[in-house]
Nanobody, 125 residues
């Protein structure tokens, strides 16, 4: 089992940047595919990005491609989401998640087994 804790959210102006971190407990962090999701008020949770176990393969939602970068440091049991060129449509609660799925990369929320509590990101116009 793994416990996840996000940090790094906050208020930023449009065009700005934030870096989210997801710290994981346990000694098996590298065995999980890691993902980031977000949920805006009144909307369903949506996929943002995912990274493979070794960090060599990444995938992104079209809405963030070219602006966001997901990465991980297995030695630190931490996953990251670097967010650049933020706009108000990026405002949401951001969740990190860990998947035991045997696939190399996972984009769907139901394939993720563990979730953090979320961190709020607010982008002002």
């Amino acid at each position: 089992q793994v416990q996840l804790a996000e940090s790094g959210g906050g208020l930023v102006q449009a065009g700005g940047s934030l870096r989210l971190s997801c710290a994981a407990s346990g000694r098996t962090f590298s065995s999980y595919v890691m993902g980031w999701f977000r949920q805006a008020p009144g909307k369903e949770r949506e996929f943002v990005a995912a990274v493979s176990r070794l960090g060599t393969i990444t995938t992104y939602a079209d809405s963030v491609k070219g602006r966001f970068t997901i990465s991980r440091d297995n030695a630190k049991n931490t996953a990251y989401l670097q967010m650049n060129s933020l706009n108000p449509e990026d405002t949401a609660v951001y969740f990190c998640a860990a998947s035991r799925n045997v696939g190399t990369i996972v984009r769907v929320s139901y394939e993720y087994d563990y979730w953090g509590q979320g961190t709020q990101v607010t982008v002002s116009p």
